[in-house]
């Protein structure tokens, strides 16, 4: 068969083509987009690439070309039995790419009309609205918030601070999934994991977490590391479990994580320690993945600074669904300067969030997150964002 191939810069350009060579009832067998090979800039753009037989020769090769041409036919033959007139392949080819590119604008002018323009508002909700989009959160969530406000609100409230700030408090607050109790196997303690890029703070969240008395209060606590890549980290943690007197296990391999497991049996809280890995590290992903399988851990905490740009903690919370993860632990919460990027993961991921690290003080910088202290800080930043008290419990 001997089919042809046309290169034009759009789609109806390739198909004038076709049917120039090869006339209107042309058969289309395929049609991609490719990349250009001009000497010049402008001719190393995106091209259209349609491969074309003439009727006659497709007629008698008896060969039905590929899906869509498939499609094409069928839709002819449907024309023909209800009367009406028959369209050419090159017509119909026309037609169905117009109506993508229709589509595609539609969608591209529906999101503009939405998000490019607010409506007039009152002053108490213009502050509001720019208080939100200083704290990082995103603007299409900040415009969809104050455009329910709108709706939501009477218009006495509309024009009052405070009950502005207590209805968006509340749609805040429902953001942050609840925290469930932990979970402690029948048989066992309970397993607890936790991985994170590095440098986010997973030894010393780990050592908080071991030590600090409203934690796991009076529970016996055994720690794992699996740290094994920085010797200066093997031997700070070392030194820990020496002063705090815990019992500390380190597995080198994954075969020896079920093994070392069993030898804390006694334990009624095993913490594990895991290398930093930097989430577009696949392999590293997978045999973060394996450990904790091989752990059987009741619970995965990914640790993740609150210091890290959006985008950033967006993208690693997605690499590390591989793992999986069950709760976020945000750290370096004392220095960061925007909250609302918090909300825009824990929206996004719909995890609960189990702990914070507000300081580099051991045990002491460390609480459990309240969902309402979390929509404060987005919606009154102030210079001190821990607490005169920790309260992890």
């Known amino acids: 068969?001997?089919?042809?191939?046309?290169?034009?810069?759009?789609?109806?350009?390739?198909?004038?083509?076709?049917?120039?060579?090869?006339?209107?009832?042309?058969?289309?067998?395929?049609?991609?987009?490719?990349?250009?090979?001009?000497?010049?800039?402008?001719?190393k753009g995106e091209m259209v690439e349609v491969t074309?037989?003439?009727?006659?020769?497709?007629?008698?090769?008896?060969?039905?070309?590929?899906?869509?041409?498939?499609?094409?036919?069928?839709?002819?033959?449907?024309?023909?039995?209800?009367?009406?007139?028959?369209?050419?392949?090159?017509?119909?080819?026309?037609?169905?790419?117009?109506?993508?590119?229709?589509?595609?604008?539609?969608?591209?002018?529906?999101?503009?009309?939405?998000?490019s323009k607010m409506p007039a508002l009152p002053p108490e909700l213009t502050k509001a609205y720019a208080r939100l989009e200083e704290s990082g959160m995103e603007q299409r969530w900040v415009q969809d918030l104050i455009g329910k406000a709108l709706v939501d609100l009477a218009a006495k409230e509309l024009v009052s601070t405070p009950d502005i700030d207590r209805y968006l408090m509340a749609q805040l607050s429902g953001v942050f999934v609840p925290l469930a109790p932990s979970l402690r196997g029948s048989s066992g303690p309970l397993v607890l994991a936790l991985v994170g890029p590095a440098g986010s703070g997973k030894t010393t969240t780990l050592m908080k977490l071991a030590t600090h008395p409203q934690v796991f209060g009076k529970r016996q606590v055994g720690v794992i590391t699996v740290d094994t890549r920085r010797l200066a980290a093997l031997e700070q943690i070392r030194t820990f479990a020496r002063l705090s007197a815990i019992s500390l296990e380190v597995v080198y391999k994954?075969?020896?994580?079920?093994?070392?497991?069993?030898?804390?049996?006694?334990?009624?809280?095993?913490l594990t320690d895991t290398p930093g890995c930097n989430p577009r590290d696949e392999k590293g992903i997978e045999l973060l993945h394996e450990l904790m399988e091989r752990a059987d851990c009741h619970?995965?905490?990914?640790?993740?600074?609150?210091?890290?740009?959006?985008?950033?903690?967006?993208?690693?919370?997605?690499?590390?669904?591989?793992?999986?993860?069950?709760?976020?632990?945000?750290?370096?919460?004392?220095?960061?300067t925007q909250f609302g990027?918090?909300?825009?993961?824990?929206?996004?991921?719909?995890?609960?969030?189990?702990?914070?690290?507000?300081?580099?003080?051991?045990?002491?910088?460390?609480?459990?997150?309240?969902?309402?202290?979390?929509?404060?800080?987005?919606?009154?930043?102030?210079?001190?964002?821990?607490?005169?008290?920790?309260?992890?419990?």
Not at 1 to 17: C, G, H, I, S, Y
Not at 31 to 36: A, R, V, W, Y
Not at 304 to 328: G, I
């Open 1 to 43: 068969m001997n089919a042809r191939k046309f290169v034009a810069p759009t789609m109806r350009e390739a198909l004038l083509k076709v049917k120039k060579e090869l006339g209107e009832g042309a058969i289309i067998l395929k049609s991609e987009k490719i990349q250009g090979e001009g000497l010049f800039d402008f001719l």
């Open 52 to 115: 074309a037989v003439p009727e006659e020769e497709m007629a008698s090769a008896k060969i039905a070309g590929p899906d869509f041409a498939q499609h094409l036919d069928s839709s002819l033959a449907q024309k023909a039995e209800t009367g009406t007139e028959r369209r050419t392949h090159y017509e119909l080819e026309v037609i169905k790419d117009e109506v993508r590119n229709l589509r595609q604008s539609l969608a591209e002018l529906s999101l503009n009309l939405k998000y």
């Open 254 to 270: 994954p075969e020896q994580m079920a093994a070392t497991r069993d030898r804390l049996h006694s334990m009624e809280v095993i």
């Open 299 to 336: 619970e995965v905490h990914l640790v993740l600074p609150a210091t890290m740009r959006d985008h950033e903690l967006l993208l690693t919370c997605e690499k590390y669904r591989a793992v999986p993860y069950s709760h976020l632990l945000f750290t370096h919460t004392d220095e960061a």
């Open 341 to 393: 990027t918090i909300a825009n993961v824990s929206r996004h991921v719909a995890k609960p969030m189990s702990y914070m690290g507000t300081g580099p003080t051991i045990p002491e910088d460390i609480e459990r997150p309240q969902p309402r202290q979390l929509a404060e800080w987005i919606l009154h930043p102030g210079p001190e964002v821990s607490s005169a008290e920790s309260r992890p419990a």
